[in-house]
């Protein structure tokens, strides 16, 4: 199953960007969501995480920042940043695995998209 990213790019420093995952016939009613990033050289890490069910999870590091909302209808995953700093600087990955929980954890994925890069700038 493929899943697509769009909407990364460049951005200044306490501005907004709303990347968005998609794909034409993923069931993402059944399967839990998250949001990853990754900077080079460093280990992925997850941003924020959708269960099943809507409930939602996300690092400290994003926490009344971010928000990870999904459109079942749609098949399509959002994450939307707000008081972007330097350090949101990434290749920002959504993910994707059949069950309830939305783990932190990126070895509980086995369904990935291409990644969006990320850019912000002070």
């Known amino acids: 199953v493929q899943l697509v990213e769009s909407g990364g790019g460049p951005v200044q420093a306490g501005g907004s960007l709303s990347p968005s995952c998609g794909t034409p016939?993923?069931?993402?009613?059944?399967?839990?969501l998250a949001w990853f990033r990754q900077v080079p050289g460093q280990e992925r890490e997850g941003v924020a995480g959708?269960?099943?069910?809507?409930?939602?999870v996300y690092a400290d590091s994003v926490k009344g920042r971010f928000t990870i909302p999904k459109d079942n209808a749609k098949n399509t995953l959002h994450l939307r940043m707000n008081s972007l700093n330097s350090e949101d600087t990434a290749m920002y990955y959504c993910?994707?695995?059949?069950?309830?929980?939305?783990?932190?954890?990126?070895?509980?994925?086995?369904?990935w998209g291409q990644g969006t890069q990320v850019t912000v700038s002070s």
């Open positions: 993910a994707a695995r059949y069950g309830v929980i939305a783990t932190m954890n990126r070895r509980d994925y086995s369904n």
């Open positions: 959708i269960y099943d069910y809507g409930y939602t």
């Open positions: 016939t993923y069931p993402y009613s059944s399967h839990s």
